[in-house]
Each structure stands twice: as structure tokens, then as C-alpha cells.
């Protein structure tokens, strides 16, 4: 899927190759709404992210602007405790899920990875691993998965909101 580049994101070096570099403050990736974002079952959502300071960013949402319950698919996200917040949205808030603290790192790259297997109600059907290690698993609720138009964000929610700008790199 082709992508556009908002208010001044950039590229800078990566873990390997080139990384999408964002400045905190109004920076995201927009890729068009497409039937390849649709997301229904069993998935994998993965990102190698460097923060350069602790705050709340967005790696990536399809989503509205505010993050809506009924408009949002999926997303991941980071507070500033360097917990993760992961959003696989049928139905909210059993479908929204956060992390302990400290499961990130600010200044280091970290892998993270959200699997699901595309099942209802098996308490570990959604695991999450960094950098290699499984982390914590959560139960799916049995509403599918929203489908939604929007477009998908990387980096920050989308205007006007622009929450959760990433200080750093995916």
C-alpha cells in the first residue's frame, strides 16, 4: 500500500535499512483506506520502534481521530510508563487492552508483536511479545473485529487530534 508522508516525517536510519523518523509534535504516515487493511481474522501486528523520549505515541491506528469504539479497528500505542496499549476493537472496552510499565525501553529499539489467532473467547488468543519474549496474552471478545474506511495512521492518530505523537522511530 502506497503512503503519504504529513508535516514534515522523515526517514533517518533504521534497525536495518531506512525507518520512518517523527518529531513528537505533528509528524504521521497516512496510508488510503484499501481492502488489504480490512483486517477480519487471524493476524499479526508488528513494528520495530525507537522512542527518543518516554510519552504517549502512536505506532499505528485504523481509526478515527479520537480513537472511537465503533470506528476503530486496530492500533497499537506507548505511554509514557513504557507500557503498551493495544486496541483490536469489536467491542469496547473488553476489546482494548494495556501492559504493565516498563515493557519498553526509551532510546533502544524494541520489537514488538501482537499476534491473534482470528478465535473467540480462548483465554491467550491475543498474545503480545518484545523483542522475542512473550509479554501478556488476553481473551478476544466474541465481536469481530471492526471494518472500517479509515485510513490507517502511523505515528500519531490523524488530525484534528493528532494524539499520541511518536517521538522517534518505526
Known amino acids: 500500500n502506497n503512503s503519504v508522508l504529513r508535516n514534515s516525517a522523515t526517514y533517518a536510519p533504521g534497525i536495518k535499512g531506512q525507518a520512518f523518523s517523527f518529531d513528537g509534535v505533528d509528524d504521521y504516515i497516512e496510508i488510503p483506506d484499501s481492502v488489504s487493511l480490512g483486517l477480519t481474522g487471524g493476524l499479526t501486528l508488528e513494528a520495530w520502534v525507537k522512542q527518543r523520549s518516554a510519552g504517549f505515541g ?65 483465554p491467550d488468543n491475543v498474545k503480545l511479545y518484545v523483542n522475542g519474549s512473550f509479554v501478556q ?13 479509515q485510513t490507517l495512521t502511523i505515528g500519531s492518530m490523524k488530525p484534528p487530534t493528532y494524539y499520541g505523537h511518536l517521538d522517534g522511530l518505526i
Do not use: C, M, R
Open 58 to 122: 502512536t505506532i499505528f491506528s485504523k481509526a478515527d481521530d479520537n480513537g472511537s469504539a465503533t470506528i476503530t479497528s486496530y492500533g497499537l500505542q506507548l505511554n509514557p510508563a513504557g507500557a503498551i496499549k493495544v486496541a483490536l476493537y469489536g467491542k469496547y472496552p473488553e476489546d482494548n487492552w494495556t501492559t504493565g510499565p516498563g515493557v519498553v525501553a526509551v532510546g533502544q529499539w524494541n520489537h514488538i508483536a501482537l499476534t491473534w489467532y482470528g478465535t473467540y473467547g480462548p
Open 137 to 149: 496474552s488476553w481473551a478476544k471478545s466474541g465481536t469481530p473485529l471492526n471494518v472500517t474506511t
